[in-house]
DNA sequence: AGCATACATTGATGAATGTCAATGTTGCGG
DNA sequence: CCGCAACATTGACATTCATCAATGTATGCT
């Protein structure tokens, strides 16, 4: 994989007009990179509870148990949630706090309803 | 895989208050499967070939060709779209339509809204 | 009946994915 | 400096997935 601009940033330039009528390969390809990465139930646990989570950030420790998953697998996940552009990592002390990417639920509706 | 309830239905009662505050193993699941469907540039090229398409229905021969993939791939593609509740499957004389669900994108919005 | 067309299903194969154990890295406290 | 805690990375393994070739199943036509 070579690290596509999975969503774009909100400075973007007036969205999306579809001229051919239909997704060209490339367009396809990126979009169903980010859709990949909700479709693991674990990840979409992971997102769930970072967004309910108090403060609407959590770090891994709080996150490897309601999922029952070992840490080096949390971490997995959540660096593809990362790298989808979902989730923010900001690292504080030897913790990370991971938090909802502001919008970016949002812009990844937009993904379906302008197919 | 067990067939489950992917998409429910449009006749549903009101939508998934979330009582815990996150989605619990099963929702996850369910929600997962749906992203699955569209986690593929291909089966997303179809979604939007037949949404734009004339009539907003197409045929596999329709398909075959702007995918530039055998036919039993796109027709295995659209099986994985119609499990997942997204499209609609009609067959007429030889021909088999294929046509968007009306509302399954919004409900798959929701889907994310709702996490 | 016989044949061609449109589509589905099966089986096989290479690639991608989720998970864990082990190890590496970084920051904090004594 | 030493050890511990939190997290990331690597390597391995089993499972899933996307694709195709071959075959099966209807349906329409002559």
Request: charged share 25%; proline share 7%.
């Amino acid at each position: 994989m070579t690290s596509l601009p999975l969503l774009e940033p909100a400075t973007e330039k007036d969205c999306c007009p579809p001229s051919t009528g239909s997704l060209d390969a490339y367009e396809a390809q990126v979009r169903a990179s980010v859709f990949k990465a909700l479709a693991d139930p674990n990840r979409l646990r992971l997102l769930s509870i970072v967004k309910s989570a108090d403060g609407g950030e959590a770090c891994v420790c709080d996150l490897t148990e309601p999922l029952d998953l070992g840490q080096p697998t949390v971490s997995h996940h959540l660096k593809i949630l990362v790298d989808a552009g979902l989730l923010h990592r900001e690292k504080r002390g030897t913790w990370a706090y991971y938090s909802l990417v502001p919008g970016s639920i949002e812009r990844t509706s937009g993904l379906l309803e302008t197919l």
